[in-house]
């Protein structure tokens, strides 16, 4: 028995294709991205190395990276508070009503299947200035804003509307999450609460609250690393415009890198975005180290 | 008791008004793609006066639907079954032979979950043209199946872990070997956790946009979500093909979702949450 789990030649097979091309597609590139970003190169010319002039420039030099990073993390801040109060909220709802609960489960957690491509298409009509919601909006005399052009205040409306429609989307994967690490509490704990005298309030705070702290730390760092690397939302609702005032960090990479062709001052960018989500990673993991109750 | 059913009422309200938010603009969506332009602009929030089914046919035809439903299929299914494969063969040598090294590469797996697939889009970019593998398919599968192993390899873990040991002994003793174990114990056991990792694996690339826009420049590769955003832009006008073009590329998804939405819980359950 135990010599068949140690069989050296199984693992081996076992591992290597999943190890092979983790380190060729993964590992491999993001050494050359570090290196990359070290050089000067447009899809033209030949790679020269510059040193650290490509990152010198990115946060001295480009007005567009201040505001794309300012972008993303206001997404990040607001993706990861909003859709964790909800998602916790929608989970604790409905892990608490009897009838009904899978209807609405599935209804909320649709959109996180979906398209994102194609709902962007559907809110960037509703948020047209001249149709969709401001047409609902005329009826009552109201002069709706311009919801994905407007370029007032130091975080633009359409960035709102960008972060409330992922909300809207994803808030559903965070709430399963959370459902799911709900189910498996047990019910006894709760019945014992009950007799404590404690109401439904007072077990949620008491009981489901402590024990889903494990998931905490798991969802909101996908949460995280998910809204630092959004992009498909902003490209299909705004494009990064009016003016680059909606920008975040990959719509930048992506039209440095593939409409203005500067390979080095894309991974420059892409390095940027990945040592980002490591720092949030560990800081996440930090606060959130939390011990692991029998449940 | 009658304290219960006002508060009931209330969490009741709450959750329709919500899912009205998130019903509503979908089922508008398939409102409007059978509409005709003039009466998206005039009334675009009434039923269709005449359902125009010649939306979807221009759709189809004109932006090329067809080809590209073909290959995100052709995609999608191609790193389906080797993500799952491929992750499970790992997920089987993590969790259950026993060797010094396989914490660290657990820890090394689960580090693809923090990588953002932008840092390597140029790098693997240069190196797809470098050796003529862009505007292939290829070039979106291998890095879709290496994106998707993270997921897959730790949630079948966890499930391969906590299957009860008594079984692999029955198997050993009756002489089965160590790739039998695996193929007619471990991955039949295993079916939710598979299935959970194989709808994710399936949607996430079935909507991946960037790589595919990057990678893919000639139209007759192209993928569903690529053609999707053709008929974007501040002065497209034919609103109702969009719409339909909308529903044709959702459709999929939202007919697997329904088949298969409980089982999602089912598995995150008894897989994702026990690490």
Redesign the interface.
Known sequence: MDKLYRNKLAIIIFIAPAMLLFTAVLLVPICQAVYYSLCDWNALTGAKFIGLKNFEKLFTDDNTMKIAVKNSLFFMLFSAISQQVIGLVLAGLLTNIKRGRNLFKNIYYLPAVLSSAALGLLWSFLFNPKMGINQILATFGVDGPLWLMDTKGYIVLPMWMIALVALWQYVGTTMMLYMAQISGISQSLYEASYIDGANRLKSFRHVTLPLIKPMVATSLSLNCIGSLKFFDLVYNMTQGGPNHRTDVLATHLYYQGFQYFKYGYASAIGVVLLIMCLIVTFIINRCFKSENYEM | MKKIKIS?II??T??VI??V???A??LW?VFVSFKTNAE??SN??TLPAVPQWDNYFIAWTAGKLGIATLNSVIVCVVTLVLSML??A??A???G????KLSGL?MT??LI?????????????F??FSNIHMTNTLVSLI??Y???S?PMT?YILVNFFRGMPGDM??AA?IDGC???G??FKIALPLSKTGLFVTGLMTF?NN??E??LA??FISDTAKKT???T??Y??GPYATN?VQ??AA?VI??AP??V???CF??Q??DG??AG????
Request: with cysteine; net charge positive; aromatic share 18%.
């Open positions: 009931t969490i009741y709450f959750l919500l899912a938010f998130y019903v603009p979908l969506v998206v602009m675009p929030f491929i992750g063969m790992a089987f040598a993590i259950r032979m026993r060797w590469t090394y797996f693809g979950m923090m990588i953002p697939i932008h840092c390597v889009l140029i790098p693997l240069v190196s291998l890095p199946i290496t994106f192993l390899v692999f002994e050993c070997s160590i790739y174990t695996f949607v079935w909507n946009l960037l826009m990057v569903l979500s690529v999707l955003t008929f974007v609103y969009m719409f909308i590329a959702v998804s939202i697997v979702y329904c939405s409980n999602i819980v995150l359950t994702a949450v026990k690490g």
